[in-house]
Every structure is written in C-alpha cells, then in structure tokens.
C-alpha cells in the first residue's frame, strides 16, 4: 500500500519517536515514594501514559486508567512530579529503533517535518534536545502551547497554516487513539506505529490508513503528491 506524498508530516513525539516512559516511571515512583504512597512501576505507567503528565499524575494517585484522585492531594502531587520530571526527562528514554534512521531519510527527501505533542515545551525541547533530533523539525507544538491539545484537532491545524499547506495534504504519525482522532478531525491522514503507547489496545481498532512497525519504512510508503 501506498499513500500520497505529503506536503508536511507531523510526529508524535511520546511512543512514536521516544521510549519515555523509562523516565515517567522513574519520576512516578519517586513522587509517590515521597507522598507515602505505593509505588506502582513501569508495566502499569505504561498503560497510563499519552494524555499529558497532569493526567498521568491522576492516574498514578488512583492506580485507575479513569480515576480522578482527591483534588487536595493531586495539587500536592504535581508540583512533587514535575520537579522530578524537570531533573529526569531524558536521562532514561531512548529513540525507538528505526526512529533516527527514518528522519534521517525523511530529510534526505526533503519533507518538511513538526512534532506535535501532548508533552510541556518545559519537557519537550530538552527531550528532543538530548537525544539529537530537534534539528530534524521546522516546528514544534507542545502540549502548551495553544489552548487545546490532541485529540483535538487544533494543534495539528495550529501546524498546517504555520507551513501554509492544506490538511488534505498533510500527514501525522502517531502510535495512539488520540493521535487518530485529532488527524480524522484535522482532515490529515494518519500513520499509526505497533509500538508505542495506546492504554493496552491494539492501535489497528482505531483504523489508522497504515500502520508500520518502524519509523524507517514510512519514506518506503509515500508516493507522489495528489494534484
């Protein structure tokens, strides 16, 4: 199968590009470890990563996927959590396989690239920074930095007028529900990963147009651009 070339693609950045949540792991324990409180590990961090880190605080605290911790405790919580993330947003995480190769053929091509995720611009940058491929995007959108975030489809439209590219002719990867559902909004069409992070379900029920097991096989795919 093949699909259209894109005038822009944007990538996820949590689960698409980066194996974070060596890192988010790390820093849910130790906030929890410093409230009192059970630590829960990365099997179940996994699980509850992909909606922003003030959601997977709510979750740590209820050890729930759709829990909403006592409100008291949550603003105790956070500011533990994020100093904590501040100290150790990198330090853990890697590329996935495939993932340095893919932008490196993606640019090669000349595709103009954004990153668009859930994540604070605080944590984003670094993040990017440190494992070597910031340089590989025009744009970057973070979880901050409009009014809404994915699945909404407002930062991925935020992105295609800054490129002045039609969304018809724009294309997001992603490796979760929420990224299908901002790029159905957006009118982009959609590339999921197997891996990456999802709440435990299978990315194909959600019915991306492809989905691929490395990010180096996405050049492979794209043909040339729809008039």
Same mark, same amino acid.
């Given at each position: 199968?093949?699909?259209?070339?894109?005038?822009?693609?944007?990538?996820?950045?949590? &689960? !698409?590009?980066?194996?974070?949540?060596? $890192?988010?792991?790390?820093?849910?324990?130790?906030?929890?470890?410093?409230?009192?409180?059970?630590?829960?590990?990365?099997?179940?961090?996994?699980?509850?990563?992909?909606? &922003?880190?003030?959601?997977?605080?709510?979750?740590?605290?209820?050890? #729930?996927?759709?829990?909403?911790? #006592?409100?008291?405790?949550?603003?105790?919580?956070?500011?533990?959590?994020?100093?904590?993330?501040?100290?150790? !947003?990198?330090?853990?995480?890697?590329?996935?396989?495939?993932?340095?190769?893919?932008?490196?053929?993606?640019?090669?091509?000349? /595709?103009?690239?954004?990153?668009?995720?859930?994540?604070?611009?605080?944590?984003?940058?670094?993040?990017?920074? *440190?494992?070597?491929?910031? #340089?590989?995007?025009?744009?970057?959108?973070?979880?901050?930095?409009?009014?809404?975030?994915?699945? *909404?489809?407002?930062?991925?439209? /935020?992105?295609?007028?800054?490129?002045?590219?039609?969304?018809?002719?724009?294309?997001?990867?992603?490796?979760?529900?929420?990224?299908?559902?901002?790029?159905?909004?957006?009118?982009?069409?959609?590339?999921?990963?197997?891996?990456?992070?999802? +709440?435990?379900?299978?990315?194909?029920?959600? +019915?991306? $147009?492809?989905?691929?097991?490395?990010?180096?096989?996405?050049?492979?795919?794209?043909?040339?651009?729809?008039?």
């Amino acid at each position: 199968m093949s699909l259209p070339r894109p005038a822009m693609i944007l990538i996820d950045l949590d &689960g !698409t590009l980066i194996d974070s949540v060596p $890192d988010l792991a790390f820093c849910v324990d130790a906030m929890m470890t410093e409230l009192g409180l059970p630590v829960r590990g990365e099997a179940a961090v996994r699980n509850w990563v992909g909606n &922003g880190v003030e959601r997977l605080v709510q979750r740590a605290l209820c050890n #729930d996927l759709d829990g909403q911790p #006592d409100a008291a405790l949550f603003e105790r919580a956070l500011p533990v959590f994020m100093r904590l993330y501040q100290e150790n !947003t990198s330090q853990r995480s890697r590329l996935y396989p495939g993932v340095r190769e893919g932008l490196d053929l993606l640019q090669t091509q000349a /595709y103009r690239l954004g990153c668009v995720t859930n994540k604070a611009e605080r944590f984003t940058l670094p993040l990017l920074r *440190d494992k070597g491929i910031l #340089d590989r995007f025009e744009l970057v959108v973070s979880g901050d930095t409009l009014e809404k975030k994915k699945p *909404d489809p407002m930062p991925l439209l /935020y992105a295609a007028e800054r490129f002045n590219v039609a969304p018809a002719d724009s294309l997001m990867v992603g490796d979760s529900r929420s990224d299908v559902k901002a790029a159905r909004a957006a009118g982009f069409r959609i590339v999921c990963m197997t891996y990456g992070y999802n +709440h435990g379900a299978d990315i194909r029920e959600e +019915h991306p $147009d492809v989905v691929l097991d490395r990010l180096d096989q996405l050049p492979g795919l794209l043909g040339t651009r729809v008039a």
